[in-house]
């Protein structure tokens, strides 16, 4: 069983209609098959939603079961802004790091559709703090595979947090449709190729290779009809954006826009449980950052509020290197904290509006 956070790429990127109907669109609709194999790969696997562009990144979906949440999530997403790669990993870890269910194993899934602006030192070093935490990242190139940096910044990321094999890289190039790809892809195939067990789930009754999608409908058929309505669907809008995109250039990115920017259709119920949900993951992390203060992190307290306190005596020296860990781990707390609680006002305002 797996706990894993899809970071979505949103940044403006997106936009491009090299992938039908739009770089953004296309990789929707690989998440939604992606995280709704995963959820029904096992009862206790959980996956949450994060976006990588904007002015933070934002958790839209702490990790949960319900695959209603993680799709309802995926038509609040706004395409703006560049993606901070950097930022969207520490924070996704973080997410993992305070799951629910300590036995799951740790995943990310990452899509990038745009250039990779950090430096590759930056990014081999981010890579090996998840592979020492024993968090797995899954990396899916679309839309940039002629860029030479990113290609090289990519490929020295995932070979510093590769470990025995738990990791892959995948890139799609244009033409294709992306969620094609990806079930034939070690990213859907999980660590053993044991198809949609993920490694962790159920593994597949033998013979089951022969069948659509790797899955034996005679054993699952609710997850062999699911995926099969689901590529179905997708590919009834590739063939009428395709035929839609003959009549004008401009038809496509038109006809995306109100896709990306749908208002939600659940009910206020729906979005009030998920705000409940987000507060309470704030809770804990203030909580776990409480409980674990020690005089190591104390310096680092003042000094990241200096003034506050003008009897208090001077800081010790500077912190070794695993202090320097805990110090990063409280920054990434209240970055996830703010990520959540901006994600707040912004349904409030979304629910105004369609008042």
């Known amino acids: 069983m797996e706990a894993t956070i899809v970071c979505i790429d949103n940044s403006e990127w997106s936009r491009s209609g090299d992938f039908t109907p739009t770089r953004f669109q296309a990789q929707a609709d690989a998440v939604n098959l992606l995280t709704g194999a995963k959820t029904q790969a096992h009862p206790e696997n959980t996956v949450g939603v994060l976006t990588m562009a904007g002015k933070t990144p934002r958790v839209l979906v702490t990790p949960t079961p319900e695959l209603g949440k993680v799709l309802n999530s995926m038509t609040e997403i706004i395409v703006e802004g560049e993606s901070n ?12 790091k305070h799951r629910q269910n300590k036995n799951q194993r740790q995943r990310i899934v990452v899509f990038i559709g745009s250039p990779v602006t950090e430096d590759k030192e930056k990014l081999v070093q ?3 703090k998840l592979k020492k935490n024993s968090v797995a990242v899954d ?3 679309f839309g940039c595979d002629d860029d030479e940096n990113n290609t090289e ?3 020295a990321f995932f070979q510093a ?16 449709v ?26 597949i009754a033998p013979g089951a290779e022969g069948f659509e999608f790797g899955v034996d409908p005679n054993i699952d058929p609710d997850l062999a009809l699911a995926l099969r309505v689901s590529l179905e669907e997708e ?5 009428a954006a395709a035929g839609g995109a003959e009549g004008g250039a401009d038809a496509s990115g038109v ?5 990306a920017a749908a208002a939600p259709g659940a009910g206020d119920m729906d979005l009030d449980e998920d705000a409940l949900l987000q507060q309470a993951l704030a809770m804990s992390i203030a909580v776990d950052g409480t409980e674990a203060a020690t005089p190591a992190a104390t310096p680092a307290a003042a000094a990241a509020a200096p003034g506050t306190a003008p009897g208090a005596p001077a800081p010790a020296p500077a912190p070794a290197a695993d202090d320097m860990d805990g110090i990063e781990d409280e920054e990434l707390r209240m970055a996830l904290a703010l990520s959540m609680e901006e994600n707040e006002p912004s349904e409030i305002e979304e629910k105004k509006d369609a008042a």
């Open 178 to 203: 992306m969620s094609d790809v990806l079930i034939n892809s070690p990213i859907f195939q999980g660590e053993g190729g044991s198809g949609y067990g993920f490694g962790g789930g159920p593994a």
């Open 85 to 96: 790669i950097c930022a969207s990993l520490q924070i996704s870890q973080l997410a993992l």
């Open 126 to 128: 981010i890579a090996k």
């Open 139 to 141: 990396i899916v190139s």
């Open 255 to 259: 006809a995306a826009t109100p896709g």
């Open 153 to 155: 910044k990519l490929d």
């Open 161 to 176: 947090v590769n470990s025995n094999g738990n990791s892959h890289l995948v890139t799609v190039p244009p033409g294709l």
């Open 235 to 239: 590919r009834a809008r590739q063939n």
